[in-house]
Nanobody
């Protein structure tokens, strides 16, 4: 079992910034060798991909966050970050970190709440 730990959520005004962090509490798991992603789920909506980063550091973003959010790795810290700028009220959601080992093996963090006030 892989335990992912997110942090960095909170309440921010529209136009503000937050940085989310995802690391692992499971010994021996090195995130740089895993495809990682950030997803979010707003009330009454399906979970959606926000950003993903491959083991080759190729990145992929949801259309609604392109140009505003950046996903990155800090291999020395064994952490994946999501830098969120110019936040909008519609970005309000629970944000989940994901570790994708294979098509059949994906682990999730517990989620961190992001609330953007207008």
């Amino acid at each position: 079992q892989v335990k992912l730990v997110e942090s960095g959520g909170g309440v921010v005004q529209a136009g503000g910034s937050l940085r989310l962090s995802c690391t692992t509490a499971t010994y021996g798991i090195i995130l740089r060798y895993i495809d990682m992603g950030w997803y979010r789920q707003a009330p009454g909506k399906q979970r959606e991909l926000v950003a993903a980063i491959s083991t080759n550091s190729d990145t992929n973003y949801g259309d609604s966050v392109k140009g505003r959010f950046t996903i990155a790795r800090d291999n020395a810290e064994n952490t994946v970050y999501l830098q969120m700028n110019n936040l909008k009220p519609e970005d309000t959601a629970i944000y989940y970190c994901s570790a994708q080992f294979s098509r059949e093996s994906q682990y999730w963090g517990q989620g961190t709440q992001v609330t953007v006030s207008s």
